[in-house]
Each structure stands twice: as C-alpha cells, then as structure tokens.
C-alpha cells in the first residue's frame, strides 16, 4: 500500500535555507504535492510536482522530485519567522479513486 | 468567497453521545472530503464524496458516517462517540479529478473534537 514518511522536526535561523524531505513508497504515483498548515488553520497547497518533472521552483521554494529513490523534498530559501508551520508530504495514489495519502507532517521552527 | 467552512470549531462529548459536523463550500466543488488528524500520524481519509448524494468509505470509516444531499454540504456523523474519536476533523473540497492539473483540495480550518 501506500506510505509516505517525513522527519518529524526542523529547527532553522532566520536568513538560513530550509531542507524537508519526504519519501513514499507508490511508484506509480502522478502528482507529489506539499502543504502548509498554520497553527489553528487548516492546510494550504503550496507546490505541486508532476510526476514526470525532476524539479520545480517557485520563488522562494524549490521542489526536487528523485523517483528512483522516491523521495521528495522542499527547499524554502531565505527562510523566514513567518515559514514556522508544519509541512505535509502527500501523493496522489494512481489506484481506485486517486485520494491523497499524507506524510506525518515536518515542523518547521524558524528562530530570528 | 467563503471557501471550506467548517462548524463547530471546537466540541466536548462524553462517551456515547452523538454528533454531526457540517462542512460548507461555495467553490462549486464537485468532491468532498472528511480527514481525521492525530499526532504523529498526518492526515487519513475518513469518507468522501464524488457528488450530491453519493458517499464512500476512506481508510478509517468505523464509527463514522456521511451525507451529501446538497453539493455544497458534507456532514459527517458520529452515533456513538467513543474517546478513540478524539482528534482534529478536517473536511476538503476539490474539483473533480481530470479537470484540472493538480486536483488541488481546499481545507477548512478544522474542528476539535474531545471525547471524554
């Protein structure tokens, strides 16, 4: 079945880059996404990647997609106190209905 | 645009009683969906819905039930509370698969939820 697994916490400097990785286990999974939940909020679509690209950026973030190892990860550059949050991992399983299946979830402190 | 609207933000249950979460959405969404959100575990599919009036199991469906009889409401239902159903219930809405390229689900802000 499918499994997605991410370290449970990341503790940056202000200024500093931030690296969360993400990996699953679905091969044939076509979408890879990461979302952004706030304290008391729910969760937020930051970037996607489809399945046949190897990496996306998009201003600050830069996603890298290695499906040989099946991993995944979340480059935020000059991360700031406002990035504090916990970011999720999620595949969208090729099989049946195509849910999403979400990674436990990375919190991301960001000291000044 | 409201967005995914999710009420009530917070409840209390003993064990045994009933409840019924109402999640909103004015985007026209086709799909919806309740999530459950327990620490150290992420988020996991409870049911979900592909249109007005049809519903389907998730991964952890036991003791919860649904209805979908408008498009814009999906309630989840739970009869029997027991203190396993402690946690952060997150109802979503997305458009449905095919029409568009990242199927993105909108979240509501989520309600807490403590059995005692």
């Known amino acids: 079945g499918e499994d997605v697994e991410q370290s449970l916490f990341l503790s940056v400097r202000e200024g500093d880059s931030s690296v969360i990785n993400c990996t699953y286990t679905?091969?044939?999974?076509?979408?890879l996404y990461w979302y952004k939940q706030e304290p008391g909020a729910g969760l937020q679509l930051l970037t996607y990647i489809f399945s046949n690209m190897d990496m996306k950026q998009d201003q600050r973030l830069t996603v890298l997609l290695n499906k040989k190892d099946k991993h995944l990860s979340l480059r935020i550059a000059d991360t700031q106190t406002g990035d504090s949050a916990i970011y999720f991992c999620a595949e969208r399983s090729n099989t049946g209905f195509q849910k999403l299946v979400f990674g436990t979830g990375t919190r991301l402190l960001v000291s000044p | 645009n409201a967005g995914v609207t999710q009420t009530p933000k917070f409840r209390v249950l003993k064990t045994g009683q009933s409840m019924t979460l109402l999640c909103a959405q004015d985007?026209?969404?086709?799909?919806m969906y309740w999530y459950r959100q327990d620490p150290g575990m992420g988020l996991r599919l409870i049911h979900y819905s592909v249109g007005e009036g049809t519903t389907a199991k998730g991964e952890v469906p036991d003791g919860y039930n649904v209805s979908r009889l408008k498009k814009q409401n999906f309630l989840l239902g739970l009869e029997s509370a027991a203190p396993s159903q402690t946690s952060v219930y997150f109802c979503a809405s997305s458009r449905p698969l095919g029409s568009g390229m990242d199927n993105e689900q909108f979240f509501g802000p989520g309600t807490r939820l403590t059995v005692l």
């Open positions: 985007m026209n969404h086709e799909y």
């Open positions: 679905d091969s044939s999974s076509t979408y």
